[in-house]
C-alpha cells in the first residue's frame, strides 16, 4: 500500500491547514488511519486515528483543534488543523493500520507553525 499525503506548509501561529493523505488501494472496512508527527529530537507520536465507523482516537495536545476524518469511497483521510501553535510544528506522516496489524506510513509533510 502506498499513501501520498499533501497539504504541510508555513503557517502563522493560530492559523489553520489540511492534510490529506490517499491510499493505493481501496480502505477496507477493517483498515485504521491515523496521522503521527515527529518533531525534531522527539519521537514519534499518534496525532489522530479514525475506524471505518468513525471513531476516533485523539491526542490530548491537539483536541478541539484538529479534526480527523475519512472517506471510504475515495480511499483518503484528512487532517484539518486549526489554532495551530507553534509546538505543531513537526513532520506529519499519514498511516494505515491493517488488521493483521501491518503498518504502512507516508512520506511524511512538512508543517511549521511561526510567525
Known amino acids: 500500500v502506498q499513501l501520498q499525503a499533501s497539504g504541510g506548509g508555513l503557517v502563522q501561529p493560530g492559523g489553520s491547514l489540511r492534510l490529506s493523505c490517499a491510499a493505493s488501494?481501496?480502505?477496507?472496512?477493517?483498515?485504521?488511519m491515523g496521522w503521527y508527527r515527529q518533531a525534531p529530537g522527539k519521537q514519534r507520536e499518534l496525532v489522530a486515528s479514525?475506524?471505518?465507523?468513525?471513531?476516533?482516537n485523539v491526542a490530548v495536545s491537539v483536541k478541539d483543534r484538529f479534526t480527523i476524518s475519512r472517506d471510504n469511497a475515495k480511499n483518503t483521510v484528512s487532517l484539518q488543523m486549526n489554532d495551530l501553535k507553534p509546538d505543531d510544528t513537526a513532520v506529519y506522516y499519514c498511516?494505515?493500520?491493517?488488521?493483521?496489524?501491518?503498518?504502512?506510513w507516508g512520506q511524511g509533510t512538512q508543517v511549521t507553525v511561526s510567525s
Open positions: 498511516n494505515l493500520r491493517t488488521a493483521s496489524s501491518a503498518n504502512y
Open positions: 488501494r481501496r480502505i477496507f472496512s477493517s483498515d485504521v
Open positions: 479514525i475506524t471505518s465507523t468513525g471513531r476516533t
